[in-house]
């Protein structure tokens, strides 16, 4: 244990030379101002800018790497409150609230939560990693495809809270999701389906374009048609942009439990960073002292997502320390800047290249600073974006949106799926249909087949499996209690 | 938008590297696994030798890369600067699909490697030889179930192989498909499938740090200390070939200039040390050798998937 405190202390104390530090700055800030690109996730934003370090020194171009990284992310939040533009899947549940917050004239705390959040969330998962790695990933490994599945239905217990007022709507809304994520090659088999001889449709639908449609295209339509009528949507700034003593007390509960979500997904191999946030912001809408706020800019629905989505960014780190196995995009391009370098990936990474690894961690801790600096000053100036008149805020938005789509493949597919969702997207609202469990549908919806094909195959159709292993019959209990409980205590306070 | 940041952004940190040309490279495999380290490993030598200013990578996987196939197919059409890694996999791949994108699409650039299979399973697990594993699967087909890549891929064609040598029905293997070795490597550590099939180099780290116990692999003869599939009686040799593709629709000057990019890559001391540490075998074949070898593996691999009976 001391060792590694040791490791770590030298990692910092490489990092934080004046040099490298200047690194870091150049990297949040180009980062930033990539990351805020809507459909440009963090992924994609590393992957443009990462030549950038080839020519430094290890250190510098680690340093540098996790401040691009850490501006994409807060760079793609900034987008998705200020537009409603999601850049990535991650920042999805973000948009819920954030964006409403931003309408409301709350962009400032909505931003700041997201930056601090992810601060906070990052410091926690930090720490984690440096005294758990080891003991996590062998819990990790005992996740096989019943167990995923277990997850994936736990996490569709908690769509519930996104449905809205009506469930017959949000259930359409589910289901469409779900029949748009079956288009594609199917993994298992190698067939495809709804495809219909679309060459591009084989790729599957990218969840960016149908959330960028849905949310963004199909809300500029809907402002151009009932302009007249929406008189109030966009209120000018008010109060402070910074967050109130209120927004500090609502926030810092939720950062936890993001957290608390984020980590675990993040370190087992097909957890990803989709359900920790939707499950952070179920968690939070259920527990919020004022859920009737939800829906119009509440500010815990933005801090739990943004701390889980952060605290699941530094999970990776798990598999990809102690196994060398990448398990989300950006772990993967990670591992390639550790290549420049001759690290070989593998179980042995830890031992063979400590300084390395140790510097990396630190690196994206100090990263992870610089961006808090940055940025907090810099929230003045994104949120006058939305001083903008609305008709060019609008036209503005849409432009966005569809460069955004195109830079994802550089295909005039996109652009079309994008607006054929913007106009979902426009009926959908017209018609007060929820558009977000549609966006949870085509995420959820493959990765629970294909994990629920993967157990029965091994099981040979035996479907015991899910309720005779201890995890995944542990999950299932803990989805019957979630689904349970609050009917359960609805009763109970009425007899009394 | 990307295209404009990158030239602008290498624009303002390496202004002496204008006359190098910058790639786009397309592996059609999730990161982690064989195509993702034959093209990042490429890519990292023309870099050291200077011959590109950088490289742009796209992860795109599943279904054998057709999926990553289709997008360059369809994406890349006429630009010099684009590649795609492919190989034996995606032949089957498209065999057993039927898929309405094939390799006549693109442009053959060069074959690059060629790797033996190796056959795992988890340090716990109870089948101590290979010989143990056979008897399992004569036992009871079903119950052992083989975590490989995509359906119809190289893994799938040698666990039928495997099958059809020692007298049990290929069209009765419990084969499980993986996205990729992100997937595969934890689900074979944890146990959630019997064995591990996947080439040598995937799963190497994990051999040598003894959480995974290598039981045989598809070579003609030892490698690395563990027996080949021949030595244990069991009649079957594969080698997965792995290579590079170029756009549709590029001029022969233009195919001509990346072979002889690439030509230049595999003779970087950089490529060698990669060849070395992962153990694949060169076998370079540029242009229109590669290209005549391709169709005669199409028909090959065609011929053994049909004979396999797991075309569905």
């Known amino acids: 244990m001391l060792e590694t405190l040791g490791a770590l202390g030298t990692g910092f104390e490489v990092a934080l030379k004046p040099l490298n530090l200047l690194w870091g700055f150049i990297g949040v800030t180009l980062g930033t101002f990539v990351g805020v690109l809507p459909g440009v996730g963090p992924a994609l934003t590393v992957a443009m800018l990462l030549p950038l370090t080839v020519k430094l020194d290890p250190t510098g171009a680690l340093i540098m790497f996790a401040g691009i990284y850490y501006g994409a992310m807060f760079g793609g939040s900034t987008t998705t409150i200020l537009l409603n533009a999601p850049g990535e899947s991650a920042s999805i549940a973000t948009a819920l609230e954030g964006n409403k917050m931003a309408k409301a004239g709350r962009a400032g705390p909505a931003l700041a939560t997201s930056a601090i959040g992810s601060f906070v969330a990052g410091t926690i998962a930090t720490v984690l990693l440096t005294l758990l790695a080891p003991l996590v990933v062998d819990v990790a490994l005992r996740f096989g495809p019943a167990e995923y599945f277990a997850l994936m239905v736990f996490a569709f217990t908690t769509i519930s809270a996104v449905l809205g007022a009506s469930t017959v709507r949000g259930l359409t809304s589910l289901f469409v999701g779900l029949l748009l994520g079956l288009a594609g090659i199917d993994s298992q088999t190698g067939q495809a389906r709804f495809a219909f001889g679309v060459p591009e449709l084989l790729d599957g639908i990218d969840v960016v374009v149908l959330a960028v449609g849905l949310f963004a295209v199909g809300e500029a339509l809907y402002v151009g048609a009932y302009q007249s009528r929406l008189m109030e949507t966009l209120e000018k700034i008010s109060g402070s942009i910074w967050m109130s003593k209120e927004d500090w007390r609502r926030s810092w509960k939720p950062w936890l439990r993001g957290t608390a979500f984020g980590f675990p997904f993040g370190s087992i191999p097909a957890g990803g960073a989709e359900i920790p946030t939707f499950l952070s912001y179920a968690t939070e809408r259920k527990l919020a002292p004022h859920p009737e706020e939800f829906g119009k800019g509440a500010i815990e629905g933005v801090a739990g997502p943004e701390a889980a989505n952060n605290a699941s960014a530094t999970g990776t780190l798990v598999p990809l320390l102690t196994l060398g196995i990448p398990t989300s995009a950006t772990a993967a391009i990670l591992l390639s800047a550790f290549q420049n370098y001759g690290l070989q990936p593998g179980p042995l990474l830890f031992q063979s290249q400590s300084d390395l690894v140790w510097g990396l961690i630190a690196s994206l801790y100090i990263g992870n600073v610089i961006l808090l600096v940055l940025n907090l000053p810099l929230i003045g100036i994104w949120v006058k974006v939305l001083a903008i008149p609305k008709p060019q805020l609008y036209a503005g938005i849409l432009v966005f949106a569809t460069l955004g789509a195109y830079s994802l493949h550089q295909s005039w597919v996109d652009l079309l799926t994008l607006y054929v969702f913007g106009l979902l997207g426009f009926a959908m609202r017209r018609w007060d249909v929820p558009v977000a469990p549609a966006v949870i549908g085509l995420i959820l919806g493959p990765l629970a087949e294909t994990q629920f094909r993967r157990a029965l195959a091994i099981s040979q159709g035996d479907a015991s499996v899910f309720y005779t292993q201890p995890i995944a019959a542990s999950v299932f209990a803990l989805t019957a209690i979630v689904l349970i409980a609050p009917w359960l205590a609805r009763r109970l306070r009425r007899k009394r | ?312």
């Open chain 2, 1 to 312: 938008m990307a295209r404009l940041i990158q030239f602008l952004t290498v624009l303002l940190f390496a202004g002496t590297a204008a006359a190098q040309p910058s790639l786009k490279m397309m592996i059609p495999a999730n990161p982690g696994g064989g195509w993702d380290q034959t093209g990042r490993n490429l890519a990292a030598a023309m870099q050291s030798a200077k011959l590109v200013s950088s490289v742009q990578f796209d992860n795109k996987g599943g279904a054998a890369g057709t999926i990553g196939l289709a997008q360059f197919a369809n994406s890349a059409k006429g630009d010099p600067n684009a590649v795609m890694i492919g190989g034996m996999v995606m032949v089957g791949g498209i065999h057993l699909q039927k898929s309405p994108v094939n390799l006549s699409m693109v442009t053959p650039i060069a074959r690059l490697t060629s790797e033996w299979e190796v056959i795992v399973v988890a340090a716990s697990s109870p089948h101590k030889t290979m010989a143990d594993l056979v008897k399992a699967l004569k036992d009871n087909p079903g119950k052992v179930s083989w975590g490989g890549g995509s359906a119809g891929g190289t893994d799938h064609i040698l666990v039928g192989l495997i099958a059809r040598a020692v007298g049990v029905d290929p069209a009765k293997v419990n084969y499980v498909a993986f996205k990729g070795g992100g997937e595969q490597v934890p689900a074979v550590l944890g146990g959630h499938v019997t064995a591990g099939v996947a080439g040598l180099g995937e799963f190497a780290e994990q051999v040598k740090s003894g959480k995974m116990r290598a039981l045989a692999q598809s070579g003609p003869t030892k490698v690395d200390a563990i027996p080949s599939l021949k030595e244990q009686g069991i009649a079957v040799e594969l080698g997965n070939w792995r290579g590079i593709f170029g756009a549709p629709g590029i001029s022969p000057p233009q195919r001509d200039a990346l072979v002889k990019l690439v030509k230049d890559a595999t003779e970087t001391p950089a490529w060698k040390a990669t060849l070395a540490k992962l153990g694949w075998t060169p076998v370079f074949l540029g242009g229109e050798d590669y290209k005549k070898f391709i169709d005669e593996d199409t028909k090959r691999i065609g011929a053994i998937i049909d004979s396999l009976g797991i075309k569905k």
